[in-house]
């Protein structure tokens, strides 16, 4: 295990990109930004727009995902918003977000006064999670007797290295104890920078960040989609015994055992994972927030309890139980994830997903706000530079610390 420290005091981030998120591989295989001619996928969704096919003796181009509209009929009603502003940070609901996506003065300034304390967790100090991974170029097989199950035959043990980044408000006393906010897919500079402007500004109290790199691969079979895409308390158990202690000892920072001061958060799979965290342990998290959660069907084992993967949140589990402690942010791209893979289980469907959570979670009284954004792809990167400090507000509303205990 090795640990660094990232410049104490003001420091200039990076302008790289925010870390790969589930499917983003084959996002970027078929090029679902290009602004090339493409064709429209079999079965495409409703609403979705066909575009140019490719020249006589070229090579088929891949399908792009097709661009929903936010008023299908079997979509959520929703609030349309003036282009280029976002939701009230008050209001519970269902939004469309306009197509011109302008980053938030928060985010404009990429000077931190904070600090950011960043080490390495490898997978031989691991007790829940040793490490597998997918052979490359493979994926899986659709079981003939069962489309919803994936055939996964080139997963083994392996090794893997993870980066943890820790962001500590110049406003965090220490010995007391702080909220925080548990991210996924690795360290991520946009959360750190909205928190640092929104602590400077008084809207939200002094947050520590933990954002915690995924075990390598994605999808079934791989250690991120272990991590991230099982139905179960798991990974919040691994944060809760193997992350959370070195944070607290590496960073210098007491964190909360108030799980109204805990909050998670993530894009795509790691969306669904931020959910998964605190559907199984509402006792450790009550605040979510999500960019294009993956709410389809990717777990990998199957399991009997939840067949459809985290496509069961919004088809039984959350229907069917009793109303959580919990308060959701969720986002999704008119141009989102459909069908990116073999599995023809009709549980693939980011947009549909989103808007089926939406659906439930206002059918069950939850506090939630649902965007949909227009003009945007999967884990859309202008969408967050948008929206992320309004989410940020919105998902730490009602919040009041418990005291600064030491």
């Known amino acids: 295990m090795t640990f660094s420290w990232v410049r104490v005091g003001r420091m200039i981030l990076s302008n790289r990109a925010v870390p790969m998120c589930s499917i983003c591989v084959v996002c970027a295989a078929i090029g679902v930004e290009a602004q090339i001619a493409q064709t429209k996928p079999v079965g495409s969704a409703p609403g979705s727009q066909t575009q140019a096919q490719p020249a006589q ?15 299908e009929p079997e979509y959520v009603a929703a609030k349309d918003l003036t282009d280029g502003s976002n939701a009230p940070v008050d209001e519970d609901g269902n939004f469309i977000l306009g197509p011109t996506h302008t980053a938030a003065p928060e985010m404009a300034d990429e000077m931190l006064q904070g600090t ?10 691991s007790k829940l999670y040793p490490g597998i991974a997918r052979d490359p170029h493979t994926f899986g097989t659709p079981d003939p007797n069962d489309p919803a199950k994936l055939i996964v035959t080139s997963s083994h043990p392996a090794r893997y290295s993870r980066r943890v980044g820790v962001y500590v408000p110049r406003q965090y ?25 929104l602590i400077a500004e ?30 179960s308390g798991r990974y919040a158990e691994w944060v809760e015994s193997e992350v959370l202690p070195l944070v607290e000892a590496k960073a210098n920072v007491k964190l909360t055992r108030d799980p109204d ?17 605190a559907w199984y342990h509402p006792e450790l998290y009550h605040r979510v927030l999500t960019y294009s959660g993956t709410y389809v069907n990717q777990q ?3 399991n009997l309890e939840t067949p459809g993967g985290a496509w069961d949140f919004h088809a039984h589990l959350i229907p069917n139980s009793p109303v959580k402690p919990i308060r959701l942010w969720m986002e999704v791209g008119d141009r989102d994830l459909y069908n990116p893979n073999s599995m023809d289980d009709h549980m693939h469907d980011w947009v549909l997903a989103n808007e089926r959570m939406a659906a439930v979670l ?16 999967h884990v859309d990167r202008a969408v967050r530079a948008q929206t992320l400090p309004e989410a940020l507000e919105y998902v730490w509303q009602g919040y009041a610390a418990r005291g600064a205990k030491r």
Not at 116 to 125: G, K, L, Q
Not at 207 to 230: C, F, K, M, P, W
Not at 261 to 277: D, E, K, N, Q, Y
Not at 363 to 375: E, I, M, R, S
């Open 261 to 277: 001061g805990r909050a998670t958060m993530g894009g795509s799979s790691g969306g669904s994972c931020a959910l998964i965290m």
């Open 300 to 302: 990998w084992p199957w």
């Open 116 to 125: 950011v304390v960043e080490f390495t967790m490898n997978s031989e100090d």
């Open 57 to 71: 003796g070229q090579a088929p181009a891949r399908p792009a995902f097709p661009t929903r509209s936010p008023h």
């Open 202 to 231: 008084k809207k939200l109290p002094p947050i520590v960040a933990i954002s915690i790199g995924n075990g390598s691969g994605d999808a079934q079979g791989s250690e991120r989609g272990l991590e991230y895409d099982t139905m």
């Open 362 to 377: 206002a059918a069950k009284g939850y506090h939630y706000q649902f965007v949909f954004a227009v003009n945007a792809g």
């Open 173 to 197: 006393v220490p010995g007391t104890e702080a909220p925080f906010i548990v991210g996924a897919d690795g360290i991520d500079r946009m959360l750190f920078a909205a928190l640092d402007h």
